[in-house]
């Protein structure tokens, strides 16, 4: 059986490693590459040294963009993990429609981000409209609105993600612990939360890395208006490259700093969670 998988193992990986370097290695490398590069295509790509990384450090946009997604990524991932996870015991509970419960939080997830953004900009506007205001008129609506959004099209997902983590919980373990008279805190806190931390970990990552790179629901719902106070890194990237003539080596360089920046957060966010798993 070894020896039939080493056989026929570059066989079946060649077509999914194909698809890797065109799709995905090659392009990366490439926009590495122009990220050095002043142009305005490939063929006329001109070296220029890290000129574009330092235009990038001086552009007050780029460096606004980094702090508006950073505390809204704080405070989504938080917002979403917690009331996933509430929702989760709650359906864990043995309620009657249980099943129509789950079903109906998980469909938000399933709608696309443009048209999520524009269903909560006539929402959000329809509310604030009576006071004489909207979406884009302060940066704090377009702020909280990008929060409720996430809140909604996300919560749904996670909270199947906690539920299957809830229910490999051993049966006798949670009934041993009530009867030597643990509390319901106890055992939330000293059981759940510590035997389900490989779910925590999948929620925190999908949360971490779906908030930080958030692009369509950005542009759909207030694309960065006020002026540019609710542009998000990618919304910014984006109006960089395509928006600003003779930026694109910088528009490049904030792709590669935003690459980067996004795997460095997840993988230290694994690592840590990772370290405080337990075997169940």
């Known amino acids: 059986m070894q020896k039939s998988i080493k056989r026929y193992f570059p066989i079946f990986v060649l077509p999914t490693l194909a698809a890797f370097i065109v799709a995905f290695l090659a392009p990366f490398m490439m926009g590495i590459y122009l990220s050095f590069c002043k142009f305005t295509t490939i063929k006329d790509a001109e070296f220029t040294g890290l000129s574009n990384y330092v235009r990038m450090l001086q552009d007050k946009d780029f460096l606004n963009a980094l ?29 009657k429609g249980t099943n129509l419960f789950r079903t109906v939080f998980f469909m938000p997830n399933l709608i696309g981000g443009i048209v999520l953004g524009y269903i909560w900009q006539l929402i959000i506007n329809g509310i604030l409209l009576p006071y004489g205001v909207t979406i884009t008129t302060d940066a704090k609506y377009g702020f909280w609105g990008l929060v409720v959004l996430m809140n909604w099209q996300l919560i749904g997902y996670m909270m199947i993600i906690y539920i299957a983590g809830i229910q490999n919980i051993s049966t006798e373990l949670m009934e041993a612990a009530k009867i030597d008279g643990a509390s319901g805190l106890q055992i939330l806190k000293k059981i759940t939360i510590p035997l389900i931390m490989p779910a925590i970990s999948i929620c925190l990552f999908l949360t971490l890395t779906n908030c930080f790179k958030l692009f369509d629901q950005n542009l759909a719902l207030t694309a960065g208006g006020p002026g540019k106070a609710t542009t998000m890194l990618a919304l910014d990237i984006r109006n960089t490259f395509y928006g600003r003539i003779g930026w694109e080596g910088v528009g490049q360089a904030k792709a590669v700093v935003f690459s980067v920046l996004v795997g460095v957060i997840a993988l230290l966010q694994l690592y840590i969670t990772k370290r405080k798993e337990v075997e169940s």
């Open 67 to 95: 702090v508006f997604t950073t505390v809204f990524t704080i405070v989504a991932v938080a917002a979403v993990n917690v009331f996933a996870f509430l929702l989760a015991l709650a359906l864990t509970r043995g309620i």
